[in-house]
């Protein structure tokens, strides 16, 4: 083992890590923005204290994704430099749009809305956490387009060894992140209303309050909807796989010679006949790649070396994304009908609410070593290879000593994080002090 795989071991660690908390932000804000939006108009107590509830939920986790976010940047100058080098220029102007934009906006925004509460008029207050929210989902379109452009690089030209930027508006309107934003923010919605269901189901099993009701079903609609706009566009990607990332698209299918009416893999041994190539193209009778066969052509065009990625990784990846994924929308989809008309929610039903708090979780972190993983052995495809872009002065020694240290500073996280969910959830929503948005200031009563 050397540098460049201990390297690979600290980026994929702290960014698998660090996306746990990503996408419940992103489907959690926009959550409880509805939340009190619900409030607001109706007037309802309950929404009040749904609000403040999944609130502090949603600031504890917003809290920790801010802190274990910080480490990937420090990355890319640490073990990463000759990659930095390479894309600085075409990176600089969306991650810079996301600190400077999105982020300024979100943090912003949510500092007025947890201080407001007794200081702001009622809407202007209401306005604040949909500013919030939807500052996350921006800061992920950013961080998303940059990360789409390493898979399917536009809009530059290579100066003396260096990416230059030509176009932002092909950079920031590239096809592929066009396809993978509303993937991953359908996802961060699927994962978010699975978070809230499991919190509903342990109090369902404790009480029948109309309150936690009301929250579960909202949390099983935005799952069932989210679900269908992530089939949707994860139908669109694997289109753009079949063009623009082929040997991708072969390792998840383990389809090692080209095909014509190449067929889906279950799991090895179980094939459908065709489906692959209808899923790629449309068209049950066209040929799909093959990694052998693609590994022969990147030789010529790139010169020797293995382009292949892991196999088995990408190849089971793939299919706990889709069962895990599925097996959260069914759920929801079950749910919204066994509870249509004000019908109860069934004791079964409840505890396994519980199991849609980790299986998104599953599902979208197997969505992200399919797309990170798959592009292997390139850091920017077809332009830099993984190999070339590790820092050659940063010995095995130091990149083992700061994966030890981020390895035990993030298992204190864990169970910090864990500690202080745990806390809040068994306190309840009817904990919520009645504090109501000011229509004029009056002598403050923080929230938080």
């Not at 996280?413 to 504090?435: D, S, Y």
Request: charged residues 15%; proline residues 4%; neutral net charge.
């Amino acid at each position: 083992m050397d540098a460049l795989d201990l390297a690979r071991w600290q980026f994929g660690v702290t960014t698998v890590y660090h996306f746990l908390f990503v996408p419940l932000t992103i489907g959690l804000g926009i959550f409880v923005a509805g939340l009190q939006t619900a409030w607001h108009r109706t007037g309802n107590e309950q929404y009040l204290k749904l609000t403040k509830f999944f609130g502090k939920l949603f600031l504890i986790n917003f809290a920790m994704g801010v802190v274990t976010g910080i480490v990937q940047e420090f990355q890319f100058g640490m073990n990463w430099s000759e990659y930095s080098t390479f894309v600085g220029d075409v990176f600089g102007a969306p991650l810079a749009m996301e600190a400077l934009l999105a982020f300024f906006m979100e943090s912003t925004f949510l500092g007025l809305w947890i201080f407001g509460w007794d200081r702001l008029p009622k809407k202007a207050h209401l306005a604040t956490i949909w500013a919030a929210a939807i500052g996350s989902n921006l800061s992920a379109y950013f961080i998303l387009a940059a990360n789409a452009w390493m898979k399917h690089p536009v809009g530059y030209e290579v100066v003396d060894g260096k990416a230059r930027m030509t176009d932002l508006w092909a950079v920031l309107t590239n096809s592929t992140a066009l396809a993978q934003v509303p993937h991953v923010i359908a996802g961060s919605f699927v994962v978010a209303g699975g978070f809230v269901l499991a919190v509903c189901g342990y109090w369902l099993l404790r009480t029948r309050a109309d309150m936690w009701r009301r929250a579960a079903r909202a949390a099983l609609l935005m799952t069932a909807v989210a679900g269908a706009v992530v089939a949707g566009t994860g139908d669109l990607s694997a289109k753009l796989m079949y063009e623009q990332q082929p040997m991708k698209l072969a390792a998840a299918e383990g389809l090692e010679r080209t095909t014509e009416g190449a067929g889906f893999s279950v799991v090895p041994g179980i094939e459908i006949p065709k489906l692959l190539s209808f899923l790629s193209t449309n068209d049950f009778e066209a040929p799909v790649q093959g990694t052998e066969d693609l590994q022969q052509r990147f030789e010529q065009q790139f010169g020797p070396g293995d382009y292949r990625p892991d196999g088995a990784v990408v190849f089971w990846s793939f299919r706990v994304m889709i069962v895990f994924g599925l097996a959260t929308v069914g759920l929801s989809v079950l749910g919204l009908w066994l509870t249509r008309r004000r019908r109860p929610f069934p004791a079964w039903l409840s505890r396994a609410m519980l199991l849609a708090l980790p299986l998104p979780l599953l599902a979208v972190i197997a969505g992200w070593l399919l797309s990170e993983i798959g592009r292997q052995p390139w850091t920017v495809a077809g332009e830099l290879l993984t190999a070339s872009s590790v820092s050659p002065n940063v010995s095995l020694a130091a990149v083992a000593t700061s994966l030890t240290i981020f390895t035990l500073l993030y298992g204190a996280l864990a169970v910090a994080e864990v500690v202080l969910l745990a806390r809040h959830v068994r306190k309840g929503a009817e904990e919520q002090a009645p504090v109501q948005a000011a229509e004029a200031p009056r002598e403050p009563s923080l929230m938080y």
